[in-house]
């Protein structure tokens, strides 16, 4: 989320822009599993941003070793799942971003490629979230990123994609009465004119890089698309 204008930003997910305050906002490059991030849901008859962890750590958990391996959750059995299944019933949120990365290559030489819609503007993603208890009266938010098959653009990258919703669609998603044949229909790939690849500097492939050069565009980057 690489936002540097916080009103903008909270025009854009319709919340007052003092909940991104609250949040510590600041822009971001290269956001990593388990790290702190925030999310939006539906609060009332309107929209609340709230802190939370990628990485899904459930209710019943004794500790937050699942959260690596929750920081995605498959489309196709969210209401099957144990671990996704209240969450998809009553606990369903957007996770906002400007992009997300993919990567091609061998391993010993990754080249990252960054998804973002064409006009620069945020995708809402579609999300659960969960809170549990690290110690005694103390709570903890997460959130796991839904996924789906992939579309024209990403399925050079790879065989799955987040689920990216327009407006409408992310307050349906959002909302507790939406039926749940409904809520399924909205979790299909965008079409592929939503996103387009942009290969940037592999710099991105540390987590330690969190500045605006990791997005400078690769020139000498495969060109797939």
Same mark, same amino acid.
């Given at each position: 989320?690489?936002?540097?204008?916080?009103?903008?930003?909270?025009?854009?997910?319709?919340?007052?822009?003092?909940?991104?305050?609250?949040?510590?906002?600041?822009?971001?490059?290269?956001?990593?599993?388990?790290?702190?991030?925030?999310?939006?849901?539906?609060?009332?008859?309107?929209?609340?941003?709230?802190?939370?962890?990628?990485?899904?750590?459930?209710?019943? @958990?004794?500790?937050?070793?699942? %959260?690596?391996?929750?920081?995605?959750?498959?489309?196709?059995? /969210? +209401?099957?799942? =144990? *671990?996704?299944?209240?969450?998809?019933?009553?606990?369903?949120?957007?996770?906002?971003?400007?992009?997300?990365?993919?990567?091609?290559?061998?391993?010993?030489?990754?080249?990252?490629?960054?998804?973002?819609?064409?006009?620069?503007?945020?995708?809402?993603?579609?999300?659960?979230?969960?809170?549990?208890?690290?110690?005694?009266?103390?709570?903890?938010?997460?959130?796991?990123?839904?996924?789906?098959?992939?579309?024209?653009?990403?399925?050079?990258?790879?065989?799955?994609?987040?689920?990216?919703?327009?407006?409408?669609? @992310?307050?349906?998603?959002?909302? %507790?009465?939406?039926?749940?044949?409904?809520?399924?229909?909205? /979790? +299909?790939?965008? =079409? *592929?004119?939503?996103?387009?690849?942009?290969?940037?500097?592999?710099?991105?492939?540390?987590?330690?890089?969190?500045?605006?050069?990791?997005?400078?565009?690769?020139?000498?980057?495969?060109?797939?698309?």
């Amino acid at each position: 989320m690489t936002y540097a204008d916080a009103t903008l930003l909270a025009d854009e997910l319709g919340v007052p822009v003092e909940e991104l305050d609250h949040a510590e906002f600041r822009p971001r490059y290269n956001i990593a599993p388990t790290d702190p991030y925030y999310i939006v849901r539906i609060k009332d008859e309107g929209r609340e941003l709230v802190a939370a962890r990628w990485g899904l750590v459930n209710s019943w @958990a004794k500790d937050a070793s699942m %959260a690596a391996r929750q920081i995605n959750a498959r489309a196709e059995t /969210l +209401a099957a799942r =144990p *671990a996704f299944r209240e969450a998809f019933q009553k606990r369903r949120c957007i996770v906002p971003a400007d992009g997300f990365y993919e990567w091609t290559g061998p391993k010993t030489d990754r080249q990252p490629f960054w998804f973002h819609r064409p006009d620069g503007g945020v995708l809402l993603m579609a999300g659960l979230y969960e809170s549990w208890q690290p110690k005694p009266g103390e709570w903890q938010r997460t959130f796991t990123v839904v996924t789906t098959v992939a579309n024209e653009t990403m399925a050079p990258f790879h065989d799955r994609m987040p689920v990216v919703l327009d407006e409408d669609a @992310a307050s349906r998603w959002m909302f %507790a009465t939406t039926p749940s044949e409904q809520l399924h229909r909205l /979790l +299909a790939p965008p =079409p *592929a004119r939503a996103l387009i690849a942009t290969a940037v500097s592999k710099r991105v492939n540390s987590v330690a890089n969190d500045d605006a050069g990791v997005l400078t565009p690769d020139p000498v980057a495969p060109r797939l698309l």
